[in-house]
């Protein structure tokens, strides 16, 4: 197991039972709504001091709202304040997650449909390709704001980041700062329902390791719950006879490198020259602004009790944000099956100055990576191209600088055109001009 390890002080471990969590970009309902059903109804985290921030007021009172009606209907006895001010809430913080985004939606359609325009392929246009680029060049100063008030505030905390790209965050932070950080993403679960399916099997009938890069991940291993017996002989031979509308990229993938890559064809396709053969028409940005104004409409109507409140909102969702806050807080030493840490030659086969995404063990000293060992050579290569585009992008970031921006995307594997990297960098530039600045 190789391992970062930083020994917190007394001061941050504050009291055995509870924690301070600041949670910044907490107006995000839709977010938030996971990350409050978990804390709420966590029993290792009762009585804990949870502050919402925000710096739009209205957003964040309707989360805060969200918030009280579980922890009162949970009985957590969670104390929950509010601020727009990030500064107020950081002081005595031991834990801070991040799940912030500029404008996110409306940028992002930039981000997807300015490339197509100019006649570059890409499937998402979130995390890779050109979309991914800009996506990093706005969203890593906003980060470092929250990460030099932290460095200010509450040096000893660590930082819990949700937001995308999860990779290119992750990398930064721990190159440009010494604020610990770690990332979580919930792909590798789906992953593991997707392959429980196409074994007839139960998700929870199925274990999965994995590891690689954020949303680019490998399942190393596919074992039964029960026996640990390896299904992957029983994958090749079921998926063979699956039908063929599901996931057609990633079986192709598998049947090609052998592992079965995790979180689906649009956030794999991201990172790959021939993803648009499978997810061309990429994300559907009218049908999610429909199913975000649903979704409100149904907090607005629960919270003023037009609407019981669902079932579902009163179980944990499991994502491991609770439980990493929930382990280090009471030295539980909690495997957690994924998250996105510096590498320091946890994959020894990808390069040491990168964040990659394998199972993480989290105590009070901290985040430790686990090692699976090296990748099949063919999949460290292929990950190993995405490798130097993402160190390229975040230097881009960091410095705002256009020509370091201009040779990330003229790297990435995604761009098969340099007339049209630049029409892209020239109108994509202009559109993000506003939020992109120098962190350091």
Same mark, same amino acid.
């Given at each position: ?21 600041v949670f ?6 839709s ?24 710096? =739009?007021a209205? /957003? $964040?009172?309707?989360? @805060?709202? *969200?918030?009280?009606?579980? &922890?009162?209907? #949970?009985?957590?006895? !969670? ?8 500064r107020?809430a950081?002081?005595g913080?031991?834990?801070?997650l ?37 996506f990093?060049l ?10 030099? =008030?932290?460095? /200010? $505030?509450?040096?000893? @905390?660590? *930082?819990?980041?949700?937001? &995308?790209?999860? #990779?290119r965050?992750? !990398? ?21 329902a ?11 009938e199925?274990d ?6 954020n ?29 063929? /509308?599901q ?16 979180c ?9 020259p ?8 990429g ?6 602004a ?6 409100r ?32 807080t ?39 990576p ?8 063919p ?27 201009r ?6 594997p ?22 992109i600045?120098?962190?350091?």
């Amino acid at each position: 197991m190789s391992s970062i390890v930083s020994t917190i002080p007394s001061s941050i471990l504050g009291s055995r039972n509870t924690a301070r969590i600041v949670f910044v970009g907490a107006g995000s309902a839709s977010f938030g709504l996971g990350m409050f059903r978990d804390l709420c109804f966590s029993e290792h985290l009762a009585g804990s001091t949870v502050v919402l921030v925000d710096t =739009d007021a209205d /957003a $964040l009172a309707r989360s @805060a709202a *969200l918030a009280r009606l579980l &922890n009162e209907r #949970s009985g957590a006895g !969670l104390v929950i304040e509010t601020t727009t001010d990030q500064r107020a809430a950081l002081p005595g913080a031991q834990f801070v997650l991040n799940a912030t985004a500029i404008d996110r939606m409306r940028l992002w359609r930039h981000d997807h449909e300015v490339p197509r325009k100019h006649g570059l392929r890409q499937t998402l246009g979130e995390n890779g390709g050109p979309g991914g680029l800009f996506f990093t060049l706005r969203t890593l100063p906003l980060v470092f704001d929250i990460v030099r =008030d932290m460095e /200010a $505030l509450c040096p000893d @905390a660590l *930082l819990v980041n949700f937001s &995308n790209p999860e #990779s290119r965050i992750v !990398l930064a932070v721990g190159k440009y700062s010494r604020i610990r950080v770690v990332g979580l993403c919930e792909g590798v679960f789906g992953s593991r329902a997707q392959v429980a399916r196409v074994l007839g099997r139960r998700d929870d009938e199925v274990d999965v390791w994995a590891a690689g890069l954020n949303h680019f991940q490998w399942l190393v291993h596919i074992r039964d719950h029960a026996t640990g017996r390896d299904l992957y002989p029983a994958l090749r031979e079921a998926e063979k006879t699956f039908d063929p /509308a599901q996931a057609p990229l990633t079986r192709r993938l598998f049947r090609a490198f052998g592992l079965w890559p995790t979180c689906g064809d649009g956030h794999t396709g991201e990172f790959l020259p021939y993803g648009w053969e499978i997810d061309e028409p990429g994300y559907d940005f009218d049908g999610d602004a429909q199913r975000r104004a649903v979704f409100r409409g149904e907090v607005d109507d629960v919270l003023a009790g037009r609407m019981a409140v669902p079932d579902w909102w009163l179980t944990p969702c499991g994502e491991r944000g609770a439980a990493v806050i929930a382990a280090c807080t009471h030295n539980e030493k909690r495997f957690i099956e994924s998250g996105v840490v510096l590498n320091r030659g946890t994959i020894p086969n990808l390069p040491a100055e990168l964040a990659v995404e394998v199972p993480i063990v989290a105590d009070a000293a901290g985040v430790h990576p686990v090692s699976l060992g090296p990748l099949p050579d063919p999949i460290a290569k292929l990950l190993a191209v995405q490798a130097g585009v993402q160190q390229l992008a975040v230097e881009a970031a960091v410095h705002a600088s256009r020509s370091l921006a201009r040779e990330a995307l003229l790297i990435d594997p995604v761009v098969d055109s340099m007339s049209a990297a630049e029409a892209v960098l020239d109108e994509l530039w202009e559109i993000n001009r506003p939020y992109i600045r120098p962190c350091v």
